[in-house]
């Protein structure tokens, strides 16, 4: 009989005879961590809870009622000393000594010596008080026992018991012994919890003067941002100054460095308040330190400001409520009220508000104007908000030059005699020819009858640099730009600087990042008005507003750029500036381009009609990358956007329904296609150039060959 065999397991298949054998490698067990020792996990628990928030809360807590307490109980002395001493009279004296004030010094000085003798006069009468004290109690005691007898006399006649004779002085010494047992009940409680009321109130002292360090306060009271402007947080700020000599100044005047400042007075969104300096500081000091005072008086940069007054060694501050000067102003009266007219000569243009939040209104009347500032700070509507209410006044007339050309002046269109808008040098030889005509009307004006009435008459050229930068030259070789006496366009602004305002031709001028080339010194000098926004540099401050208003503390270049949009330091007498001011600060209400529209059209309602000159004019053949090359003008980069708005300005007939991505395409075409710049869309000035100028040379190779 067969057996048969079941294989359980497969067998496998056995391994080639030249096949590498396996080779099997053994890694050893990672050998476990050595325990932490006792002492280093101790530490770190230590440090855990001596680290954490909990705990240095309750060491702030535990030293600063600890150091109110003791603190408060040094000021309770200190005032006591104060009453009892003439210490106060010497800290005044000391304290005038230290300001230069000899007057106020000998003032102190006589109080002192009354006091003093009060004082003497005082003290000898105490010498005699024992004698009269027990003259007075032995009168007194006689008269009571004697008013008591009496009463008791009048009771025993009224009851007819001889008893009732003593029985007033009996209920009196009784009520003096129940006060006696009270006292007695008293006395001990009282003993044990006096100690603690007295520390109590000591403690309250000192929570109320803040008495501890700032690490030591509460958070909210620690950082201090937004709390009130008192005298001695003043005091302390120009204390710790970095000043020696004024540091050293109110250190020996003490508690009474206080005798420096003025009343602290409510200025609109802050405060303000004058402080006058020690002899030997000077005022220039603390101008130079405004931000180190700033911070001193927890404000930021911009909520400080520091003028000059009259008054010799004297600095104004002026102290904004903590983030007051980010809040939006509200809009304009242009806006809100459509029955509101204008007055060239009498009337003021409502431009915005002071930093007392009062209103701040600029006459207009003769007087020529410049407004200035970096790019995209506001300049073009602070200017343009003067414009549209000087509009509102049916008789004047505007002549305008936008040599930005992007549509910001375009509301004017039907309100100007003339309106040009572009950035290209055929637009500056334009409004050199505008400016120029504006000098013809005026030496018209000074030939004519005495006793003429002239209309006023506005010059408006924004982006004024352009002009002044303009390198093209007419047929006689005479530039149109530059700041020589050759110069066209310098030499039309002088003129009418130096005559215009007789006969009511002013021109207004806007401008960016002035420099010497861009914005010559007898242009800028010649503006009655002069307005900056926010700048770069001191001398570009200087430029702006002239030394006389930066010495007296202007200083726009201390402005925020991007965060003091529409905020103008202006120096003029067409405004109402504080007395020893020499400019004032103002936020100007901010009016869109749309609403600018709406404002217009109220203004071309008041008139009989203007037809507005377009000096340029486009045929129907155009070049549209020569165009767009025109309107970036010398910017590197310019915004897509931006630029449809400057080609519809230029030729509204061939650009006016351009979309992005027709700009897209004719420059995909020419391989300078728009790219991205800090996450917008822009055109590149250099690749536009360069395809153009490929263009035509490819072009000129063609036409050879």
Request: aromatic residues 4%; glycine residues 8%; hydrophobic residues 40%.
């Amino acid at each position: 009989m067969s057996e048969n065999v079941v294989h359980l397991h497969k067998h496998t298949d056995p391994p080639a005879p030249d096949a590498a054998p396996t080779v099997l490698t053994v890694v050893p067990d990672t050998p476990p961590a050595r325990p932490v020792p006792l002492w280093v996990r101790s530490g770190r628990a230590v440090k855990t809870a001596v680290t954490h928030e909990t705990t240095r809360a309750t060491v702030r807590a535990a030293a600063r009622h600890s150091l109110y307490t003791l603190n408060g109980g040094r000021i309770v002395a200190r005032r006591a000393w104060d009453g009892r001493t003439g210490a106060r009279y010497e800290r005044m004296i000391r304290a005038a000594e230290a300001a230069g004030n000899l007057e106020a010094a000998e003032e102190w000085e006589e109080r002192l010596t009354r006091f003093r003798a009060a004082r003497h006069h005082r003290r000898m009468d105490l010498l005699h008080s024992p004698v009269e004290a027990a003259k007075g109690v032995a009168v007194g005691a006689g008269m009571s026992i004697g008013v008591l007898v009496a009463l008791g006399v009048v009771m025993a006649l009224n009851t007819h018991h001889v008893g009732d004779v003593i029985t007033p002085l009996s209920a009196t010494i009784d009520f003096i012994a129940l006060l006696i047992r009270i006292v007695h009940i008293v006395w001990g409680p009282a003993l044990t919890i006096g100690p603690f009321l007295g520390l109590l109130a000591l403690w309250s002292v000192g929570r109320k003067q803040q008495a501890a360090p700032a690490w030591a306060l509460p958070a909210n009271e620690r950082s201090g941002e937004g709390e009130p402007i008192t005298p001695s947080i003043v005091v302390k700020a120009l204390r710790d100054l970095g000043v020696p000599a004024l540091r050293n100044a109110i250190k020996e005047m003490g508690d009474a460095g206080a005798s420096m400042l003025g009343p602290i007075r409510i200025a609109g969104c802050g405060v303000e308040v004058d402080v006058t300096l020690p002899s030997g500081v000077s005022t220039i000091e603390v101008q130079n330190r405004r931000r180190k005072l700033a911070e001193n008086l927890t404000r930021h940069e911009h909520e400080v400001f520091i003028t000059i007054p009259t008054a010799a060694r004297t600095v104004r501050l002026w102290i904004a409520d903590s983030g007051a000067l980010d809040e939006p102003i509200g809009p304009s009266p242009l806006v809100t009220d459509d029955t509101l007219t204008a007055d060239y000569a009498k009337g003021k243009a409502p431009w915005g508000q002071d930093l007392r939040g009062e209103a701040a209104a600029l006459s207009l009347y003769q007087r020529h104007l410049l407004i200035t500032g970096l790019s995209n700070q506001g300049k073009t509507a602070a200017l343009r908000a003067l414009a549209l209410w000087l509009a509102l006044d049916r008789t004047v007339e505007f002549r305008i030059a936008d040599l930005k050309g992007a549509g910001d002046w375009a509301m004017f269109d039907g309100l100007a005699t003339v309106l040009i808008q572009g950035p290209t040098d055929d637009h500056v030889i334009e409004a050199t020819e505008m400016v120029e005509g504006g000098v013809e009307e005026m030496e018209r004006r000074l030939t004519a009858p005495a006793g003429t009435d002239f209309p006023p008459l506005i010059l408006l050229v924004d982006e004024a640099q352009v002009a002044f930068m303009c390198p093209v030259k007419d047929a006689d070789k005479r530039p149109y730009g530059g700041s020589k006496a050759t110069s066209r366009y310098f030499m039309a602004a002088r003129k009418i600087h130096n005559q215009g305002r007789a006969v009511n031709v002013l021109l207004w001028q806007g401008t960016q990042d002035p420099t010497d080339q861009n914005l010559p010194k007898l242009v800028r000098e010649g503006a009655h008005t002069r307005a900056s926004l926010a700048l770069g540099t001191e001398s570009q401050a200087r430029m702006a507003l002239g030394d006389k208003a930066v010495d007296g503390g202007a200083a726009p270049n201390l402005l925020r750029p991007g965060l003091d949009k529409g905020t103008v330091v202006v120096a003029s007498d067409g405004i109402a500036i504080p007395a020893g001011q020499s400019s004032i600060t103002v936020r100007t209400h901010y009016i869109d381009t749309d609403t600018a529209a709406e404002v217009a059209e109220r203004a071309k309602r008041m008139r009989d009609g203007v037809t507005t000159l377009h000096v340029i004019e486009r045929g129907e053949e155009h070049d549209p990358l020569a165009d767009i090359l025109a309107v970036l003008g010398d910017a590197p980069r310019v915004l897509t956007a931006d630029v449809l708005k400057r080609l519809t300005t230029l030729n509204q007939d061939a650009y006016g329904g351009w979309t992005p991505g027709d700009l897209k395409r004719v420059l995909e075409d020419v391989g300078a296609e728009p790219y991205k710049s800090d996450g917008r869309m822009v055109v590149g000035r250099d690749r536009v150039a360069r395809a153009l100028a490929n263009r035509d040379t490819d072009g000129s190779a063609s036409a050879a060959e």
